[in-house]
Nanobody
């Protein structure tokens, strides 16, 4: 089992920045591929970014490329999402997730075995 807890969400104006954190406990954090997803009201859950167990590979959704940066600290068992130049369309609940073994692409939701409870990000125009 892996327990994931997100933090760092909040209200920010368009063009601002936020940094989300995902703290993990339980089984060895460094063995998991980690991802960020988001879900806005009335919409499906959307892939944001993912990072390999070593941090050597990162993948981003098209809507956040060039604005968001995913990273991880395996010593602290924490993953981060630095979000810059935020837009109102980034408003959503952001979830972190852990995959013991990817089945398909980084964005394939069923690959992820464990999920956090989510943190709200609201971007005002």
């Amino acid at each position: 089992q892996v327990q994931l807890v997100e933090s760092g969400g909040g209200l920010v104006q368009a063009g601002g920045s936020l940094r989300l954190s995902c703290a993990a406990s339980g089984r060895t954090f460094s063995s998991y591929t980690m991802g960020w997803f988001r879900q806005a009201p009335g919409k499906e859950r959307e892939f944001v970014a993912a990072i390999s167990w070593s941090g050597g590979s990162t993948v981003y959704g098209d809507s956040v490329k060039g604005r968001f940066t995913i990273s991880r600290d395996n010593v602290r068992a924490t993953m981060y999402l630095q979000m810059n130049n935020l837009k109102p369309e980034d408003t959503a609940v952001y979830y972190c997730a852990a995959a013991a073994r990817l089945r398909g692409s980084y964005s394939y939701i069923p690959s992820y075995d464990y999920w956090g409870q989510g943190t709200q990000v609201t971007v005002s125009s």
